[in-house]
């Protein structure tokens, strides 16, 4: 194995392509225990999340897939896309745009892998759209999915959701419940059982859906 593998070779061949359980039609690069995940990690050992599904993308990607109507015919911004999942669930219910933000190179050869593997469009965004100075993606849409795990990034994830609503984007938000969502600012929509990355097998989390409250 190279010291520094390439990204897009190593997911398709130690990653499988396989269905995600509730969601037909769709599949992704999925890992497994023989996927060797430890040989890419960072220098924290830091997990690579774009391998596996999250509640809050899960509950997303469930809410399109019930809900159509919501991206029919709209530009669509996946923040924080990992696996891809939510753009290009976005994708397959008739958005007439999808672009996935996403800082982690590792992830962007995930997202396109797996738009290939549903034949599906996805712009690619590299830089994080959430910095002030960025300027802001012009979409009809902002989808977020888990944006709120780290209680540190919280404030500069909301302040971003909240400028593209001040533009005049609808914003929907799919999380399990973390203690850093901005709850007060959020309106519930809807609730899924879902399995959340490192719960035990045959643990059910509840995916929240919300939309900010403008």
């Known amino acids: 194995?190279?010291?520094?593998?390439?990204?897009?070779?190593?997911?398709?061949?130690?990653?499988?392509?396989?269905?995600?359980?509730?969601?037909?039609?769709?599949?992704?690069?999925?890992?497994?225990?023989?996927?060797?995940?430890?040989?890419?990690?960072?220098?924290?050992?830091?997990?690579?999340?774009?391998?596996?599904?999250?509640?809050?993308?899960?509950?997303?990607?469930?809410?399109?897939?019930?809900?159509p109507q919501v991206v029919q015919a709209r530009r669509v911004l996946d923040l924080g896309a990992?696996?891809?999942?939510?753009?290009?669930?976005?994708?397959?219910?008739?958005?007439?745009?999808?672009?996935?933000?996403?800082?982690?190179?590792?992830?962007?050869?995930?997202?396109?892998?797996?738009?290939?593997?549903?034949?599906?469009?996805?712009?690619?965004?590299?830089?994080?759209?959430?910095?002030?100075?960025?300027?802001?993606?012009?979409?009809?849409l902002v989808l977020a999915g888990d944006v709120f795990y780290a209680p540190s990034l919280a404030p500069q994830m909301l302040s971003f959701l909240e400028r593209c609503a001040d533009a005049g984007a609808q914003v929907l938000i799919g999380d399990p419940g973390r203690p850093a969502l901005p709850r007060h600012r959020l309106c519930l929509l809807a609730n899924y059982p879902v399995h959340d990355m490192g719960d035990p097998p045959g643990t059910v989390t509840q995916a929240q859906v919300f939309r900010l409250q403008r």
């Open 1 to 67: 194995m190279p010291a520094h593998p390439d990204p897009g070779a190593f997911i398709a061949q130690n990653l499988t392509l396989r269905p995600v359980p509730g969601l037909s039609g769709l599949s992704l690069y999925q890992a497994h225990p023989a996927s060797g995940l430890s040989r890419i990690a960072d220098g924290q050992g830091a997990a690579p999340y774009w391998a596996y599904q999250w509640a809050g993308g899960l509950g997303l990607a469930h809410y399109l897939r019930e809900n």
């Open 82 to 140: 990992g696996s891809g999942i939510v753009g290009i669930i976005a994708a397959l219910s008739g958005a007439a745009q999808i672009s996935a933000a996403e800082t982690d190179a590792w992830a962007i050869h995930a997202i396109r892998l797996n738009a290939a593997a549903n034949g599906v469009r996805i712009d690619l965004i590299d830089s994080d759209v959430t910095e002030a100075a960025h300027p802001l993606p012009q979409v009809d």
